[in-house]
């Protein structure tokens, strides 16, 4: 059986775990990955060997250059002109002393796609800063989201690495939409992403909000910037304690959902109350939201976590789960149905493939080895000297993308299709995706961006036939139903691939295909739950002796900052890489196929720094108990003016160039020593040095270390007003059809150095007879359709 990306050759020229996942996911899919390590650093530098450092390397051949030698630099470029594809993450000043930046490996290589992984894009005032996930948190305002976790002011310690996880994702998913459009011969192209961009993903609508703060005026509390005090969950997404002490999470985001909760709880009688909303899941008045919500928490603390778990898995209806860590999760029965582990060489477990193609599937390979077979076969042949025309259109162009999906995660990673140049259809119900309804439809306008709209009922002849009328020449199609109901509207595998074999077929389920989980339904908040990731924010300070009901939701609004919106990004750049895949099989086998993907498994990869277990394997760094970070020299720091700066240090080159720029500003300096070995006392002295300056101050001072300011401007305005934002282009200004202008999110992988033009979110139904007409429907057929209640447009 053959390979997704077989015969592929990577070059990868990186080191951590952004590009290590991203080469590491390359290599499943059966590319050859030949690793360029650098000679061995002292041996007081081991911060190179991350815990999930083999598995990053699973399957990769490692070579030692030293590319200040030139003979080794001559064997670099003899390797490049064998490869296809280069992974960098050099920063841009580095790449330009050697020569080794886009342009001139261009020049020498005209056939290497090039993609570059930086931490703050590679251009702009922040280009050369140190590109760690915690400091670009930090400066993006990340961190500021998760305040009020703790019993302190400021922000809160950001735990879960999103940013390297959406960066690998969207580094895969650009070199694999370049290698697609640039086929055998053709010319290769500058592929980009960053952290910085990776955090682009999980500002769900917020900043669009606040441009139109005059239009949605009662949305003001959930656009500005976060609170101290988290507000109190939603009834239907609550979290809660069982009796024996273990943390539930719900999320029954739809009314026949909470139904079902009530039901199998015992408290379905509130329906009857005469000031119950059914639509809004709600209470009319507070008192009775709050009795309500006390009864509710008193009900759940009368059983276990199993018991209730027994009954909720049987009712197949209710969306909970258990909030686990990372290394309970390892052996959750759905990951382990669904491949999402993996044995490796040493009898531990990792991280299974990223997505099930089911005819080109991953072959996870085995532990890095030090051979250099792949190297002499690249030497002996190289690619051929393209001289084709450099690529102008976005690498997706001409790819049809047919989206059948409601809410966020395979709605979003659809707009990432076409952020990349795809032409992507989103078919919805009748009276839109639910998602419209939400918050005013801010979410709705971020997750459906770039899209035209058919507004159909698929439960009608009618609806049906147009629906497969657009499938027949699609590329692609992805929906996230769950199984049995594609069966039902005739829209399975086996009836599309019946009328197109050359479909990619994705379909994106909560907890996966197989096991006890398959037919259930998810929301965000459960994969947040049950990966670990809910945990890891918390730093798995939860407390296991029952709460009262005060202390209840104390901790339920904690749990459910922690628990943010995540979970859904995730799974939606996963969507997008897992469709990429599949296209470039097709290339290969010249057949579509069926893929699987799931929030589970994809949030299992958000967490794959702890995503694994072997002998000798040291545990998950933990934040402190106050959620300042993860190490004296690695954590956020209180400063003058009751501002906040994070201190991101890493080696001991980083030690020692921080202590030479305080003594060069004449500021006392901590001891280096004192600083490599990470001792508590190092906090106090470091409390004090940085009690001296404002946050401002100290980024214009140490910036270019890693020394940001924290507290700076919420997400919901840094990515429109950032001078480092706007140098990268991650904005753009667009129209919307009822709005107006105004500027939406950017794309998260950039291609030849530059944004090209972006499109806004479609009204539902907004392109109803537009693609009719493009089928071959008549106007009269159209007209008809709107009167028998096939067709619907908003208005």
């Given amino acids: 059986m053959s390979q997704a990306l077989e015969g592929i050759r990577v070059l990868d020229l990186s080191s951590g775990p952004a590009a290590g996942m991203a080469t590491m996911i390359l290599a499943d899919f059966g590319a050859q990955v030949v690793s360029i390590q650098r000679p061995p650093l ?3 530098d081991g911060l190179n060997q991350l815990p999930a450092t083999p598995m990053w390397r699973r399957g990769k051949q490692l070579l030692t250059l030293d590319l200040n030698q030139n003979t080794d630099l001559e064997r670099f470029h003899q390797l490049a002109s064998g490869a296809d594809v280069l992974v960098c993450n050099w920063r841009s000043s580095a790449l330009a002393r050697r020569q080794l930046d886009f342009e001139h490996l261009h020049n020498q290589h005209r056939h290497l796609i090039y993609c570059h992984i930086t931490g703050f894009g590679s251009r702009g005032p922040m280009a050369d800063c140190p590109g760690y996930e915690h400091t670009v948190a930090a400066y993006s305002g990340r961190m500021r989201l998760f305040s009020g976790i703790v019993d302190r002011a400021g922000p809160v310690f950001s735990a879960l690495q999103v940013g390297v996880h959406a960066c690998a994702q969207s580094a895969v998913a650009g070199v694999l939409a370049a290698l697609l459009t640039k086929g055998k011969n053709g010319a290769g192209r500058l592929v980009e992403t960053s952290l910085l961009q990776g955090m682009l993903p999980y500002e769900m609508g917020a900043m669009i909000g606040m441009q139109f703060m005059e239009q949605f005026p009662d949305l003001a509390p959930l656009i500005a910037t976060p609170s101290a005090q988290p507000p109190i969950p939603s009834l239907f997404y609550h979290p809660a304690q069982a009796g024996d002490g273990r943390w539930m999470q719900f999320g029954n985001l739809l009314p026949h959902l909470f139904d079902n909760f009530l039901i199998a709880t015992g408290l379905i009688d509130i329906i009857a109350d005469e000031d119950f909303n059914p639509k809004q899941l709600l209470l009319k008045t507070s008192e009775k939201q709050e009795a309500f919500r006390a009864r509710m928490l008193s009900r759940i603390q009368e059983r276990s976590t199993a018991d209730w778990m027994q009954d909720f898995i049987s009712d197949g209806g209710i969306v909970a789960t258990t ?10 029965p759905d990951i382990v149905a669904n491949g999402h582990v993996i044995k490796d060489d040493n009898g531990g477990l990792q991280l299974g493939p990223v997505a099930r193609l089911t005819d080109t599937p ?17 030497a002996k042949t190289p690619r051929p000297k393209s001289t084709a025309k450099e690529p102008q259109a976005l690498p997706l162009t001409g790819i049809r993308v047919i989206e059948i999906a409601t809410i966020i995660a395979a709605p979003l990673g659809a707009a990432f299709l076409a952020d990349m ?17 939400m918050l005013a439809g801010l979410g709705s306008a971020r997750v459906n961006v770039g899209k035209r709209s058919i507004s159909v009922n698929m439960k009608t002849d009618a609806g049906r036939q147009i629906v497969l009328d657009l499938l027949r020449d699609a590329d692609v199609m992805i929906h996230n139903f769950r199984p049995g109901v594609p069966e039902r509207l005739g829209i399975s595998y086996s009836q599309v691939s019946k009328i197109n074999t050359n479909i990619i077929y994705l379909q994106c389920n909560g907890y996966g295909s197989n096991g006890p989980g398959a037919l259930r339904p998810s929301t965000h908040p459960i994969p947040g739950a049950a990966m670990g990731g809910v945990m890891y924010q918390m730093g798995e300070h939860l407390p296991e002796e029952l709460q009262d009901t005060d202390s209840l939701k104390k901790w339920c609004r904690r749990l459910m900052r922690a628990n943010e919106v995540n979970p859904d990004p995730n799974t939606a750049l996963v969507v997008t890489t897992s469709v990429m895949l599949g296209l470039l099989a097709r290339q290969t086998t010249g057949r579509g196929q069926r893929i699987l993907v799931d929030m589970f498994g994809a949030n299992a990869y958000a967490n794959s720094d702890d995503f694994l277990t072997y002998p000798g394997k040291q545990s998950r760094a933990m934040p402190d108990a106050d959620m300042y970070g993860l190490s004296p020299i690695y954590r956020l720091y209180p400063c003058a003016e009751q501002q906040w700066i994070f201190l991101g240090l890493n080696t001991s080159r980083e030690i020692e160039q921080f202590c030479n720029a305080l003594k060069a500003a004449n500021l006392p300096a901590p001891d280096p020593n004192q600083m490599r070995t990470g001792e508590e006392s190092l906090i106090k002295t470091l409390t004090s040095l940085f009690s001296k300056k404002n946050a401002g101050q100290w980024q214009s001072l140490l910036g270019h270390l890693g020394c940001v300011q924290a507290d700076g401007l919420a997400p919901n305005r840094f990515w429109i007003e950032n001078e480092q934002a706007q140098e990268m282009d991650l904005t753009s200004e667009v129209e919307h059809p009822a709005w107006g202008t105004y500027r939406r999110h950017g794309p998260v992988v950039m291609f030849d150095g530059k944004q090209q033009s972006l499109a806004a979110p479609p009204l539902a139904g907004q392109h109803n007879t537009e693609l009719l007409s493009l089928l071959g429907y008549s106007q009269a057929q159209i007209n008809e359709f709107y009167q028998q209640g096939t067709l619907w447009q908003e208005p």
């Fill in 421 to 437: 140049g795809a032409e992507v259809i989103k078919i919805e119900p009748l009276g839109g995706d639910p998602f419209r309804g």
């Fill in 42 to 44: 002292a041996p007081a």
């Fill in 362 to 378: 991953a072959l996870p390979g085995a532990a890095a080895s030090r051979q250099d077979s792949w190297a002499l076969q690249w």
């Fill in 323 to 332: 909030y686990q860590t990372t290394q309970q999760a390892l052996q959750d």
